[in-house]
């Protein structure tokens, strides 16, 4: 063979590379154009979650009542949900202090519905579920505190004090079954 043969064979056969390449990367972009259109239409969202309870005010103010056995105190406060979606929510008592924690009774109501009972002590976020209804998007729901200072305590509960935080917690309900906060 001679010299004009081998190149004409190194030429054709660098076409036909050429060609073959050619074809393949115009599969690959028609395939990659394929799937940025099919993925194109998938959309996340992510959401806020906000909650204002009380405007940030107090409910009871330091210093305001000297509780005595029998004695029940009531306060309207609120929660609003502020977010961008549907919420489970839950209240709590925080940074509870004081040998009233186990003697005052707390009752946290919508209406007629209890939301939560029990002492302060037993109100910490650990202990505190869920509400079984939802905080809807730009919902507000007047609520109720009662503390109830039961009347068989006596002397033993003399000169005792509480302190605490009360607070709310929200998360979204969608995707969101068991009503879990993170």
Sequence with gaps: MDNSSKTAGRLRAGVVTIILLSVCLCVTT????FVTVRVENNRFHTGEV???LNDGEPIIR???????????????????NESTADVYYRIFLDNVSGGLAEVLLV???DGDKVLYA????????ENTK???DIL???QRRDLTVLFR???DKGNEAQGLDLSFTICAEATQTQNNPDRLFD
């Design 50 to 52: 906000q909650i204002n």
């Design 30 to 33: 028609a395939a990659l154009a």
């Design 130 to 132: 869920a509400a079984d």
């Design 62 to 80: 330091e210093y305001e009542l000297l509780f005595e056995p029998g004695m029940t105190v009531e306060r309207s406060f609120f929660i609003e």
């Design 118 to 125: 029990g002492t302060a002590e037993d109100m910490s976020r």
């Design 149 to 151: 200072f039961p009347p």
């Design 107 to 109: 009752t946290i109501k």
């Design 136 to 138: 809807k998007f730009g």
